[in-house]
């Protein structure tokens, strides 16, 4: 005769079997955001450092930004410090969110209320003074979408999908796909070398096969 297992033995214990797992959730919600963040880093690292990742014979230079808020700056994805001085800069603050329930007509209509507002709003408010604010975004189904300010806009470079006030602020959407297709020098001229006051263009130092490492770097790699 098969043994009976023994079952809830008070209401509590009934309640608790019936509530959902909120810690188990919360994990699987936060490793879904890091899927899509380590995914959204390695399209724009394929794209803006191919020359510069043989060079170096770096698998990565752009990666997720660790929890630890190790690497000092903010952002999603950002490039590895150990690169920082041996690479030009890449021209984005990159946030993303990778979330259900909304349409691009909805956003386009009305800006999707709270949360969009708040994920642009986050994005400028850790962007660093000339570098470029971007929000990647995706739901399931849906190909990552790129929202940039208009002024940070280069149509030339993409297909824009629409535009809409956001925080007084005229934003265009386009997908990141569209982004990736193109030459990412285009980009690499808005931003002027560094902290260090080099008042360089990206331009500049960007070799005639497409390469943007450091002539510095070439000089002594060597030895």
């Known amino acids: 005769m098969p043994r009976k297992t023994d079952g809830p033995k008070n209401v509590g214990d009934l309640a608790r079997l019936n509530s959902p797992d909120w810690s188990r959730i919360g994990r699987k919600s936060k ?69 259900q329930g909304w349409t691009l007509e909805a956003i386009l209509a009305n800006g999707w209320g709270d949360p969009l507002k708040s994920w642009w709003e986050q994005c400028l408010g850790d962007a660093e003074e000339g570098v470029i604010p971007m929000l990647v975004f995706a739901r399931n189904g849906i190909e990552p979408l790129c929202m940039l300010r208009m002024g940070d806009y280069t149509p030339n470079q993409s297909v824009s999908h629409g535009h809409l006030l956001l925080m007084g602020i005229r934003v265009v959407i386009f997908s990141l796909e569209d982004l990736t297709s193109g030459d990412p020098a285009v980009w690499g ?32 790699a060597g030895r």
């Open 31 to 99: 490793n879904k955001g890091n899927r899509f963040e380590n995914h959204v880093a390695q399209i724009l690292d394929d794209w803006f450092y191919p020359a510069e990742k043989k060079f170096l014979g770096a698998e990565r230079i752009i990666r997720r930004t660790p929890m630890s808020g190790g690497w000092c700056k903010t952002g999603d994805i950002q490039v590895n410090p150990m690169y920082r001085k041996k690479v030009c800069s890449f021209p984005f603050h990159v946030e993303t969110k990778k979330v």
């Open 189 to 220: 001229y808005h931003v002027s070398e560094s902290k260090e006051g080099k008042e360089k263009k990206e331009a500049d130092i960007r070799g005639s096969d497409g390469t943007c490492v450091d002539t510095g770097v070439e000089e002594n």
